[in-house]
């Protein structure tokens, strides 16, 4: 976010409960760091099946009032197995929501382990997530986060990679979704930024980006019109980048649980 001294306190009661199966998602995984740069009210903990958000959500709770947090158990049925659960963790004044869901284990990384958060997301998954949300809906938070993505990963690698966990979309009918709901709420911006952002700058940087992807893009299906959409593409130690920027770069799928990408050198003759 960068987290506040009472998110620390929180995370550092349920970390220890976070697994392969019941991991830290969202906008966390980007901006846990100190110098990040956006706050967040909400933790999002994700889950592959009902019964795990359940056990996951009950487990929490349960570990958080041991440790003289408060709980309010806001959305969800708390009685049996649901999809999603939120409640709001609170104590001496300060608050923070946390939401347990069910989501599609079809990734393209494995769950990593984490310092401070236990398991989480790996970071281009979360990239890929972001993107399919800013193709949705116009939220400040999304478009903060994707700008601050693209200096990870780049963004064509991103929306190319995206594809592969909606089928419906292809790359330039993507990036098109994403440029129609990249707004500033000028109030939210205020209220989430962890240090000045000059909403200039952002919307620069935004417009650069989106036509440099759309440019490596076009140019990638219309060099390569064989190359399969929805891949990523890694280097020899599993990193993903831009094949355009690299040609060295590997094909890399997404797959249940996802996986670690295994480079093949073939030998010179």
């Given amino acids: 976010m960068p987290l506040t001294a009472f998110q620390k306190d929180v995370l550092q009661v349920i970390a220890a409960n976070r697994s392969e199966e019941s991991h830290f998602a969202g906008g966390l995984v980007l901006n846990a760091a100190d110098d990040s740069a ?143 709901f990249a707004r500033i709420d000028p109030a939210k911006i205020t209220k989430i930024q962890a240090r000045e952002i000059d909403q200039i700058a952002l919307k620069i940087a935004w417009t650069e980006m989106s036509i440099y992807a759309e440019q490596e893009i076009t140019r990638l299906a219309d060099t390569q019109p064989d190359m399969p959409i929805g891949v990523a593409f890694v280097d020899k130690a599993g990193k993903p980048g831009w094949i355009g920027d690299d040609p060295t770069l590997t094909i890399h799928r997404p797959c249940v649980r996802g996986c670690l990408p295994t480079v093949h050198v073939e030998d010179a003759e």
């Fill in 38 to 180: 956006r706050y967040s009210d909400d933790f999002d903990i994700f889950h592959e099946a009902e019964e795990e958000v359940a056990a996951a959500s009950e487990r929490d709770c349960a570990t958080l009032e041991m440790n003289g947090f408060t709980v309010a158990k806001l959305v969800g049925d708390w009685g049996k197995p649901c999809t999603f659960r939120k409640a709001s963790i609170s104590r001496a004044g300060a608050n923070v929501e946390i939401d347990w869901a069910a989501d599609s284990a079809f990734r393209f990384f494995p769950i990593e382990r984490d310092p401070v958060l236990g398991w989480r997301l790996h970071l281009f998954d979360m990239a890929t997530n972001k993107a399919l949300a800013l193709c949705a809906r116009s939220v400040t938070r999304d478009y903060i986060d994707i700008v601050e993505l693209h200096k990870t990963f780049p963004l064509p690698a991103i929306v190319w990679a995206a594809c592969g966990k909606d089928e419906g979309f292809s790359p330039r009918l993507l990036l098109e979704m994403m440029r129609r």
